[in-house]
């Protein structure tokens, strides 16, 4: 038995077709399901079932994956005990990151990491926090970035901005005329949100304390993206909210829509979060610092009431 047996193992189990596992762990088909074979033969057990479409791990297979996956994930830990040793930057580093905070944070930080750190190979995700939580925990990421707080007792948290949240009214709105909003100014009804799964849809919601439904209303309209947000209310349909930051690529004449909260203003806080036995800690702190140094130029905000992500 060889870890790469048992990484080839882990990845059929992920995808459940062997030429895709194949492709993905970077060999040819007959390698990987040779491999595969002589693992079985050794134990004269069948991990797979062949015969089902897509293929579905047997009673002992699933035995045995859940065990490879601690013996792969502790096997590639002395290689960061190492790195760690030696304060390393380097190596491979997978990071996921949230859609709302991808389109707007990657480019600030990216080139400037690439840059500093030639020899990390920075593979990045765009994930759910849900998705993230659970590949942190399954050993398939090394950190995320995502909005916090999360309280979760496996995960550590090391905050990075704090963004505020600003909202965005057409010229016919009620809020229109106004030049800051306050939160009790708010009404659930009235407000054009993101798809279920974006963490961002449930701070609005916990903002506004008096959530309720109007019945009346002879439509909901929600969106995968803020850009479909933005156009929907200008087109009359209510008014948004956005993350700062994803304000400032706005064209001139949509920022004259934008209204900010009065202090404190509401804001979501971001986080580099990861396992709490997370040994690529040199990495971590690379990556901080990087973000660190572009994000305090843009964002400057202090007084702020941090909304959570977690669903009441």
Avoid: W
Avoid at 3 to 23: C, D, G, P
Avoid at 284 to 293: F, M, R
């Amino acid at each position: 038995m060889t870890i790469t047996q048992l990484k080839y193992v882990l990845s059929v189990a992920e995808h459940k077709n062997f030429t895709v596992a194949a492709e993905h762990s970077f060999v040819t088909q007959p390698t990987l399901s040779m491999q595969i074979q002589k693992l079985e033969d050794q134990f004269d057990i069948q991990i797979f079932d062949r015969s089902k479409k897509p293929i579905e791990l047997t009673d002992i297979g699933k035995k045995v994956v859940e065990q490879a996956k601690i013996i792969v994930n502790e096997s590639s830990r002395i290689t960061d005990i190492v790195h760690q040793h030696k304060r390393y930057v380097g190596g491979e580093f997978r990071v996921g990151i949230i859609p709302t905070v991808m389109p707007t944070l990657l480019p600030m930080f990216l080139s400037n990491f690439t840059k500093k750190y030639p020899k990390v190979k920075l593979i990045i995700e765009e994930l759910t926090t849900e998705e993230i939580i659970k590949k942190i925990l399954d050993n398939n990421l090394d950190a995320g970035l995502a909005a916090t707080p999360l309280e979760n007792e496996f995960i550590k948290e090391s905050p990075l901005y704090y963004e505020p949240f600003v909202g965005l009214t057409p010229q016919e709105h009620r809020l229109y005329k106004k030049n800051q909003i306050e939160i009790d100014d708010l009404e659930m009804e009235d407000i054009l949100l993101l798809e279920d799964g974006h963490c961002f849809k449930d701070n609005i919601i916990n903002l506004c304390r008096n959530y309720k439904t109007n019945k009346n209303k002879g439509f909901q309209l929600e969106s995968g993206s803020f850009d479909t947000l933005i156009k929907l209310s200008k087109e009359g349909l209510g008014m948004t909210l956005l993350p700062y930051l994803h304000t400032l690529d706005l064209n001139e004449k949509d920022k004259k829509l934008l209204k900010e909260f009065k202090s404190p203003k509401p804001a979501r806080e971001i986080s580099l979060i990861f396992h709490k036995t997370q040994l690529k800690i040199q990495l971590i702190e690379a990556l901080k610092n990087t973000i660190d140094g572009v994000v305090r130029g843009a964002i400057s905000f202090s007084d702020v009431e941090i909304i959570s992500p977690l669903k009441k």
